[in-house]
């Protein structure tokens, strides 16, 4: 049966709210200073608006098209969310590089069919990128090999 898209309703919604409250958080918390010399509630409130303004784009043209209702993907969400807490975990017991790993099998059960080249690649590479991106060009102090005490 076809109804509003309330999908993207809900979606759009849900920015634009963000998006609201990051940009009231930045107004009344932080200094945002001026154009030549940005406080630290310019980038804030900036991205809040781009939030709403993206809200906007995707809940209006909803407002006017008719969708079927979509199937909700119980074992994804569970899948992503499984996965940021094996992350969440790892990281502070063994380092960024096996938290990384660890939330990429996890969330491998996302996937209807399992790609095990796919997820070997990934496992090795984004690792040595947050490595390169984090160690090397910021230089940040994050471990990432830490073996547990």
């Known amino acids: 049966m076809q109804q509003p898209d309330y999908r993207d309703i809900l979606g759009g919604g849900l920015l ?13 918390s932080l200094s945002l200073g001026t154009i030549r010399r940005m406080g630290p509630g310019m980038f804030p409130m900036g991205v809040g608006g781009l939030l709403a303004m ?3 784009l995707i809940a209006v ?20 969310l499984a996965g940021i807490a094996a992350f969440a975990i790892a990281i502070r017991t063994v380092g960024l590089a096996p938290a990384i790993i660890a939330q990429l099998v996890v969330t491998a059960g996302a996937e209807r069919e399992f790609r095990p ?3 070997l690649v990934m496992a090795l590479t984004f690792p040595l990128a947050a490595y390169l991106i984090f160690g090397v060009g910021l230089g940040l102090p994050v471990p990432m090999l830490r073996w547990p005490a």
């Open 117 to 119: 080249l796919a997820l």
């Open 16 to 28: 634009l709210l963000l998006g609201l409250f990051m940009i009231w958080y930045a107004a009344s």
């Open 54 to 56: 993206f809200g906007l």
């Open 61 to 80: 043209p909803a407002l006017f098209r008719r969708s079927d209702f979509p199937a909700v993907e119980w074992r994804t969400a569970a899948a992503v």
